[in-house]
C-alpha cells in the first residue's frame, strides 16, 4: 500500500506507539529525524490527537487514501505541544509525514541582472556556494540530508563608467563602462557610446560633453 511503501524505505525503523481501538496506528522513523506516522480509520469520520515523543516536527503533512482520494496530500498540520489534531476521514488511510530533506532551490537573484556579482538572495532554500565568474555568475544552492543541488546564474547588465556625463576636449577612450562591454564612441561632441551586458542582460546608452 502506497500509505507505507511512499513513505517507509529501507533502513527505516518501526517504533512504539500506546493507544488502542481506532484508528489502527503505526509510526516510523529514519536516523536523519524523518518519521511517518499511519493511521488506519475504518470506520467513519473521527478527529484524532496524536502525540510525539522523542520526534520533532513544527508540522506534518497529511497524505490520504480515502474512498475519494489516491495518496493526495493534504494542507499541512502545526505540531504544538509536542501534538497535533487531525481528522481522519471514514474508511481511510492517512499517513503523516515529516521529512528534514530540504532541497536546494535558487533566490531572486537567479535569472536576474546586475552590474556586479549578487551577494543577497542566492538560495530560498539550501546552502550557497562560493559565486563563479566575472559575468554571468554562477553558483549552486545544495540542499541537505539528501536533498538535491539547485545551479543558478545572474546576468551581466551594462552599465556607464565614470566618462560618462563629463566634458572632454576629445573623444573619451577610457572609463567608459563600469560594466559590460564598450562600443565604439560616435559623434564629435558629444560623444555617444553603449555598455553591452552579457548573457541576457541590459545594455545602457551613455554620453560625454564636448568642453
Known amino acids: 500500500m502506497g500509505n507505507f511503501s511512499k513513505f517507509v524505505r529501507p533502513g527505516w525503523q518501526r517504533i ?13 522513523k529514519y536516523s536523519d529525524g524523518s518519521f511517518a506516522i499511519v493511521a488506519i480509520n475504518p470506520g467513519s469520520a473521527q478527529r484524532t490527537t496524536f502525540s510525539l515523543s522523542g520526534l520533532g516536527a513544527a508540522s506534518v503533512t497529511p497524505w490520504v487514501t480515502s474512498p475519494s482520494l489516491s495518496l493526495v496530500a493534504q494542507t499541512a498540520v502545526s505540531v504544538s505541544g509536542s501534538s497535533f489534531t487531525s481528522t481522519l476521514p471514514a474508511t481511510s488511510v492517512t499517513t503523516f509525514y515529516h521529512s528534514t530533506t530540504v532541497n536546494g532551490a535558487c533566490g531572486s537573484a537567479n535569472g536576474q541582472g546586475f552590474s556586479t556579482a549578487p551577494t543577497s538572495n542566492l538560495c530560498s532554500a539550501g546552502t550557497a556556494s562560493g559565486i563563479k565568474g566575472t559575468g554571468p555568475w554562477t553558483w549552486t544552492c545544495t540542499g541537505s540530508n539528501g536533498g538535491t543541488t539547485a545551479s543558478c546564474s545572474a546576468n551581466l547588465d551594462g552599465a556607464c563608467g565614470s566618462a560618462n556625463g563629463e566634458s572632454f576636449l576629445k573623444a573619451p577612450t577610457s572609463n567608459l563602462c563600469s560594466a559590460g562591454k564598450a562600443s565604439k564612441v560616435t559623434g564629435k561632441g558629444p560623444w555617444h557610446w553603449t555598455c553591452a551586458g552579457s548573457n541576457g542582460g541590459t545594455t545602457v546608452s551613455c554620453s560625454a560633453n564636448l568642453k
Do not use: E, F, N
Request: a neutral charge.
Open 16 to 28: 512504539g506507539v500506546t493507544g488502542s481501538g481506532t484508528p489502527l496506528v503505526s509510526a516510523y
